[in-house]
């Protein structure tokens, strides 16, 4: 069974940092086959949207505009783990984060694409 665990999430001020954490584990998940993206809901919001996203290669990111320049995705294949930094944070930026990961998906992923889920950790962010 492939798990998918995010960690970082927290509450910050406008204008602070956090690093969410992605460890995904599972016999059969061969993580470096894996585009892994995150995707965030914010409050009242029935959809999720995708904020950024790193190549099964590690090659290739994604970011949404509303996010770029100020995040930065990265992974580490020897420790199956992904880092979304979140820097220069605004209050728009509250909402629940979810790990996501597609095979061999390379760059803009919808939800409905998705192959394993994270369950989510909160981002609140005060102004």
């Known amino acids: 069974q492939v798990q998918l665990v995010e960690s970082g999430g927290g509450l910050v001020q406008a204008g602070g940092s956090l690093r969410l954490s992605c460890a995904a584990s599972?016999?059969?998940?061969?993580?470096?086959?894996?585009?892994m993206g995150w995707f965030r809901q914010a409050p009242g919001k029935e959809d999720r949207e995708l904020v950024a996203?790193?190549?099964?290669?590690?090659?290739?990111?994604f970011y949404a505009d509303a996010v770029k320049g100020r995040f930065a995705n990265a992974r580490d294949n020897a420790k199956n783990t992904v880092y979304l930094q979140m820097n220069s944070l605004k209050p728009e930026d509250t909402a629940v984060y979810y790990c996501?990961?597609?095979?061999?998906?390379?760059?803009?992923?919808?939800?409905?694409?998705?192959?394993?889920w994270g369950q989510g950790t909160q981002v609140t962010v005060s102004s």
């Open positions: 599972g016999r059969s998940f061969s993580f470096s086959t894996y585009g």
């Open positions: 996203l790193i190549s099964w290669s590690g090659g290739i990111t």
């Open positions: 996501a990961a597609e095979k061999w998906a390379v760059t803009v992923i919808t939800k409905d694409e998705v192959d394993y």
